[in-house]
Nanobody
Framework: QVQLVESGGGLVQAGDSLRLSCAAS???????MGWFRQAPGKEREFTAA????????NYGPTVKGRFTISRDNAKNTVYLQMNDLKPEDTAVYYC?????????????????WGQGTQVTVSS
């Protein structure tokens, strides 16, 4: 089992930056980790993913160029640096991990999920 705990969410204004953290514990060997987000009334949206080595990343089209994913394996932690935030980035952000795939973009590709952290961007 892998336990994932997110932190760093909050209320910010449009144009601000925010960094989310996700600490993994338990069975921490994963082939990939990442983030999804879900806005009210919408499906979960792939946001970003990073390979175990950190050398490969993937981003959803709506955040590419503004968000950066990184990881510190010594701390078993994944980060999501979010810059130039927009009101449409408002959502619950979920940390995810997979032990079977590499950078999947479907929610079904991840077998571990955190509880989520709320990010609200005001205009």
């Amino acid at each position: 089992q892998v336990q994932l705990v997110e932190s760093g969410g909050g209320l910010v204004q449009a144009g601000d930056s925010l960094r989310l953290s996700c600490a993994a514990s338990g069975r921490t060997f994963t082939t990939g980790m990442g983030w999804f987000r879900q806005a009210p009334g919408k499906e979960r949206e792939f946001t970003a993913a990073i390979s175990r080595s950190g050398t490969s990343t993937n981003y959803g089209p709506t955040v590419k160029g503004r968000f950066t994913i990184s990881r510190d394996n010594a701390k078993n932690t994944v980060y999501l640096q979010m810059n130039d935030l927009k009101p449409e980035d408002t959502a619950v952000y979920y940390c995810v991990a997979t032990t079977t795939g590499v950078l999947p973009t479907s929610p079904r590709g991840y077998n571990y999920w955190g509880q989520g952290t709320q990010v609200t961007v005001s205009s």
